[in-house]
């Protein structure tokens, strides 16, 4: 009696740490998924301000353009007004000289001059103030710039946390196979595990189960698991029954002894597979089971053939 409180008491036990478990992985998801939400946020508040300042960008560089080109025409007509005066100037010596003009028409004459020379120096003071504007949008230009440069590196800051962040949430979702057990299949169908059972000679049919652990993170539906037998000498080895082929792992296409399909809900799932070699003959030495999902492997065994 008290045997039987106490493994009640064990599974009971276990059951409420493997409820706190899920219940931490549930918890973990939910923040890891709004702080993913947050990131994304931020990330197109700062795509949206860099487009902002892009413009602005843009639109300074156009005002500049538009002053630069005010400064050269102002700097055409000063040299116009200047070569004009003194061709005036010259003109006027050359009358006074030939006695051609008189003291009223020299006094006029002085009066256009006086005239030009107001024009220069206004076009010189619009030109002055030109300078000014077009150095006050030159600062602010380089400010825009400098900010735009703050916001891009905090933005591929953001990006780095956010691909960090995903990295850590495919981690989490990545299944892992475990608990494997092997059974000696005899053509009478009889099993056992007992270890004078795994000699070669004795050896029929291996049965293979491994379970597929629940995963609160993880995607649900169908799912293929591909498992390969390993020989002693390292070949993938081939089952008298099953078709081999090849799936997708590492950027390779590697060979597979069994692929099964199973419908995951996050629950423990428990695979079986049955395993007599193609020439019906197990060698002695150490048999590798290996088991892939979703691009990963999600789990490794071995059991010593004798």
Known sequence: MNSNNTVKIVIVSAFIVLLSIIGWL?????????????????TEQLET???????????????????????????????????????????????KKQGKINAKQAEEYLAQINNMQSTIKRYEAEIEQLKNQLAEITTEKEMVTKEKEMVENKNQQLSQEKDALQGKVNVAAILKAANFRYVN???????????????????????????????????TGNKDIFVQIINPDGSIARDIRSASGTFSFEGNEAPYTFRESINYERTTTRVTVIYQPANQKFIKGNLKVRVFADGFQIGESSLNVK
């Open 185 to 219: 299949v005899k053509n009478s169908g009889k099993e056992s595990d007992a270890e004078e059972e795994f000699k070669a000679g004795r050896l029929n049919k291996l049965k293979v189960q491994f379970s597929i652990l629940d995963n609160a993170v993880a995607a």
């Open 49 to 95: 301000e860099i487009k902002q300042l892009e413009t602005e960008l843009t639109t300074m560089q156009d005002e500049i353009s538009r002053k630069d080109l005010e400064l050269e025409e102002k700097n055409k007509l000063i040299e116009e007004k200047d070569k004009e005066l003194a061709k005036k100037r010259r003109q006027i010596d050359e009358m």
């Open 26 to 42: 549930l918890v973990e998801r939910f923040k890891m998924q709004d702080e993913k939400e947050e990131l994304i946020e931020n």
